[in-house]
């Protein structure tokens, strides 16, 4: 019996894995791949390293694959998981969010190449991070969090930046962070979901204010049991607004919660400014008198209290 040329098998074994690794990132099955050119088991075996295809069976499969036969014969160099991408891509426009993911899925558990691929990476957050939202609509808290925690725990690919997803997921997460089923902003699911793709800082701002809004009300001199937490999860968030009010605001809130009301008083009383809108003064004026009281100056607890009064005369 004659020896197989050195390296034939580990050509036979490259071709195999690339036929199988396109194969998978199309979502295609043996059967659907092999049509009348190829049996399923001849396929397979090809698959397997254990036949070399004629090249007319080559092309055929490389024609339904959509990649050249050459390049199955060689490095794919990420070209099916690029091709897969492709694919996915215009998914996300339709909300086919738990296809991506399945397929996605599917295609990484079954090679090696995806791993570090910016494209996929990118599009694989995105639909994490918005299924977790419709988890979220429909009161799958833990599932919802699953998702989150696995957008998160995509690694940066070399050399791309998918901050744009990544902060996305935090502000996602901060709405699931909220009381359990329920809402950290009144109205419609519609205006939630804005807010969550939102890179507007009012709109962060809004949502971190409400996750907030308990935990600045608690007993004067202890801390927010909550409050690490809060910190944890605000902290990316606050790192992401641009410096002015509703920056500096949150910051306030937090050391509120933390019961470090000095600092949040320092921190709020430069903020008042006639050109605030009345809603946002008044919450000011509140959250300073809130302060001046933990703090035992109640002289100027008084004169925020009656700011307040004023407010609310002039915009009835």
Same mark, same amino acid.
């Given at each position: ?21 396109? #194969? ?6 043996? !059967? ?9 088991? +001849? ?30 014969? !060689? ?6 998981? #690029? ?47 918005? #299924? ?28 791309? $930046? ?10 996602? #997460? ?13 109205? $419609? ?11 507007? /800082? ?12 308990? /935990?600045? !009300?608690? /007993? ?20 992401? +607004? ?13 050391? +509120? /919660? ?9 921190? +709020? ?48």
């Amino acid at each position: 019996m004659s020896r197989r040329p050195e390296g034939r098998d580990a050509a036979l074994e490259r071709l195999g894995s690339n036929i199988r690794s396109a #194969r998978t990132a199309l979502g295609l099955t043996q !059967g659907e791949l092999a049509g009348s050119d190829v049996t399923r088991n +001849m396929l397979s075996r090809i698959e397997n390293g254990a036949a070399l295809p004629s090249l007319p069976t080559l092309c055929a499969i490389a024609d339904r694959l959509g990649i050249p036969p050459g390049a199955l014969l !060689g490095d794919l160099g990420g070209y099916g998981v #690029r091709h897969l991408a492709a694919q996915l891509r215009p998914l996300l426009a339709k909300r086919r969010f738990s296809e991506i993911i399945s397929r996605a899925d599917d295609y990484l558990s079954k090679s090696s190449e995806a791993g570090c691929d910016a494209e996929l990476s990118d599009i694989l957050i995105k639909a994490l991070t918005a #299924r977790s939202l419709e988890l979220f609509e429909a009161g799958k808290l833990t599932s919802a969090i699953e998702l989150l925690d696995r957008a998160d725990s995509i690694p940066d690919p070399p050399g791309f $930046d998918v901050s744009d997803a990544r902060k996305k997921a935090l502000t996602c #997460r901060l709405l699931i962070a909220c009381a359990p089923g329920q809402s950290p902003i009144s109205g $419609d699911l519609e205006r939630l979901r804005e807010a969550v793709f939102s890179d507007n /800082a009012r709109e962060l701002y809004v949502l971190a204010h409400e996750l907030l809004a308990d /935990a600045v !009300g608690q /007993a004067y001199s202890v801390p927010d049991k909550n409050a690490p937490e809060y910190r944890r999860i605000l902290s990316p968030l606050i790192e992401r +607004m641009p410096e002015g009010f509703e920056r500096r605001h949150i910051e306030a809130k937090l050391q +509120m /919660a933390e019961a470090e009301y000095l600092n949040a008083k320092a921190l +709020m009383v430069p903020l008042v400014s006639e050109s605030l809108p009345p809603s946002l003064l008044y919450d000011l004026y509140s959250d300073i008198e809130h302060c001046c009281k933990c703090c035992g100056d109640f002289e100027n607890a008084y004169k925020y209290a009656s700011e307040k009064l004023v407010l609310l005369q002039r915009i009835k």
